[in-house]
């Protein structure tokens, strides 16, 4: 079967054409930047045809190649990680644009899966002390997998536990936190695609809130006295978490994404600086 071939069977699954192209490399071993000069190379039709069936049955293109890109690079992922979504780079964004030029920062990433918020920020600021906290052992380990493959396994630790039943030994100058925050009313609803991810890493009790509460009722716990939280939200619950962060006498403001939806809440104890 010729690329060419692949792309007019794919079609029929509506893909973005960055996830046919990442197909199309996986399925030659190129690199990504060399498949859409591919278009007339043979791919094997037992290897072609895995690949459809698995799309045939909701497969994500990521869990077919092991991989997606997140903030320019690429990381391992499998069946027990959340996909990186584009979305979450705003909050690595705002945490960036925040501690440009900040030294020696310690940051623990909760439910951080992958490891792709906790690594990039690794990558990309003056940080002197990661934790990555994951309920789940088998992710922790392939967030251990990106940060060897990174070169940045030093001055890493990789805590498994429940944050609903954590308490941390030290405190923090940033806490990012991607949570599950699907109600679990609304699961039935979600992609096929969406399903075939963890499901405890999708779906969260109190209409999806509860890692939010938990988190912001422990911000003296975590956080330094200028210590600061980035969550990502649902695209409806932004005005739930800021009054509770209200609530607990915190300051917080909602940043959107690149589709005008509420998708970032940075929470302070104070006003100054957020």
Not at 92 to 121: H, M, P, Q
Not at 152 to 178: A, G, M, P, Q, R
């Amino acid at each position: 079967m010729t690329v060419n071939q692949f792309i007019k069977r794919a079609e029929k699954y509506n893909l973005p054409i960055s996830q046919v192209y990442d197909l199309i490399a996986f399925m030659l071993n190129i690199d990504y930047s060399e498949a859409k000069y591919a278009c007339d190379k043979e791919i094997d039709n037992e290897v072609a045809d895995n690949v459809l069936c698995q799309l045939e049955n909701k497969e994500p293109c990521a869990y077919i190649t092991g991989r997606r890109e997140f903030y320019g690079r690429e990381f391992t992922v499998n069946h027990n990680t959340l996909i990186p979504r584009v979305e979450t780079e705003i909050l690595v964004e705002e945490v960036i644009k925040r501690y440009r030029n900040t030294e020696n920062i310690e940051l623990i990433d909760i439910c951080s899966g992958s490891g792709a918020i906790g690594l990039t920020l690794m990558q990309e600021l003056n940080i002197s002390f990661l934790t990555l906290l994951d309920i789940d052992k088998k992710a922790l380990e392939v967030s251990k997998q990106n940060a060897e493959k990174f070169n940045i396994i030093k001055n890493i630790e990789f805590v498994c536990s429940d944050i609903l039943n954590y308490t941390s030994e030290k405190k923090y100058d940033i806490v990012v936190c991607n949570p599950p925050y699907i109600a679990e009313n609304e699961y039935a609803g979600l992609q096929e695609e969406v399903k075939k991810e963890p499901y405890h890493a999708l779906v969260a009790e109190d209409n999806g809130l509860i890692f939010y509460k938990k988190i912001l009722s422990n911000f003296e716990i975590l956080c330094k006295s200028n210590g600061v939280i980035f969550f990502e939200i649902g695209a409806y619950q932004a005005c739930s978490v800021l009054d509770y962060a209200a609530a607990c006498s915190l300051y917080a403001e909602c940043v959107k994404d690149y589709s005008g939806n509420d998708r970032v809440i940075i929470v302070k104890n104070s006003k100054r600086g957020i």
